[in-house]
């Protein structure tokens, strides 16, 4: 409305762009660890490869696809990669346990969207009615795996369960 019609495809592009923070999980959580632990070098060339990646991918895959595949270059950028492997050489026990905590969390609205999308009657209203059933298990589904340690965590009851002195670099 504001920009006119040069923003028509906008919407494709946030649908692809959406899927980011998913697909990517430990970028920023590991970097703000890499850089906290002062590992500060695993970080740089985590960044200097994602920037790679988005400069060489999207030149190649946007010449060869269009603007859109711009929106899809940022779905792998490949400095998480090292920051997945810093994070694991922090505290391998650690990113097993957050990363089935990731697979938990990812994998729980699977069966409730995709029964809402193949069982809801037909219409708009009654998929939308589904969705936010199944939106409200999600939560409900997570709150029960992870409520007590969020709780415990924001009222300082929490406690680390491994050393924090893993301060020798990669």
Known sequence: LVGGGQWTQAPTFLRVLAFAPLVDPFTRLGGEMLKALHWDRLWIVASLLTV??????????????GPIAMAWV???PLGSAVIAWGVYRISPEGFRR??????????IPLPLFGAAWAFAPDGEWWLFGCSLLAAALTILLGAWRFGGEFLAFFKGEAQPTESSDATEPA
């Open 52 to 65: 790679f990646s988005y400069g060489v991918g999207g030149y190649v895959f946007t010449g060869l696809y």
């Open 74 to 76: 940022n779905l792998f």
């Open 98 to 107: 957050l990363a089935l905590d990731l697979l938990y969390l990812y994998a």
